[in-house]
Nanobody, 127 residues
Framework: QVQPVESGGGLVQPGGSLRLSCVAS????????MAWFRQPPGNEREFVAA????????NHAGAVKGRFAISRDKSKNTVYLQMNNLNPDDTAVYYC????????????????????WGQGTQVTVSS
């Protein structure tokens, strides 16, 4: 079982940037899919971005496309979320998720397709 562990959250001003990291301890092969979801205060958990491990194919939610970018470092078993031009609507707890399945790009946004979740890291965008 993989055990994602997120880090890198914090307080940032509007227009600023943060980079989140997720270490996927325990992953055993080149296969699988990893993703970022977020849960704003009082709202449901929503898809942010995902990446397939073997070939690096990605899917980004429309709300973050052009501002956020997911990437991976295979040697470190780590997934990153580079977050630029942050605004207050980005305030949320950000969760890293993992699965051993190689989802097609269109299926990556489904939170039911992931079976391992991190504890979350808080991102607050405020003046």
């Amino acid at each position: 079982q993989v055990q994602p562990v997120e880090s890198g959250g914090g307080l940032v001003q509007p227009g600023g940037s943060l980079r989140l990291s997720c270490v996927a301890s325990g992953r055993a092969s080149n296969s699988g899919t990893m993703a970022w979801f977020r849960q704003p205060p009082g709202n449901e958990r929503e898809f942010v971005a995902a990446i397939r491990w073997n070939d690096g194919a990605t899917n980004h939610a429309g709300a973050v496309k052009g501002r956020f970018a997911i990437s991976r470092d295979k040697s470190k078993n780590t997934v990153y979320l580079q977050m630029n031009n942050l605004n207050p609507d980005d305030t949320a707890v950000y969760y890293c998720a993992a699965t051993s399945r190689n989802w097609i790009v269109s299926a990556m946004s489904n939170k039911e397709g992931f079976d391992s979740w991190g504890q979350g890291t808080q991102v607050t965008v405020s003046s």
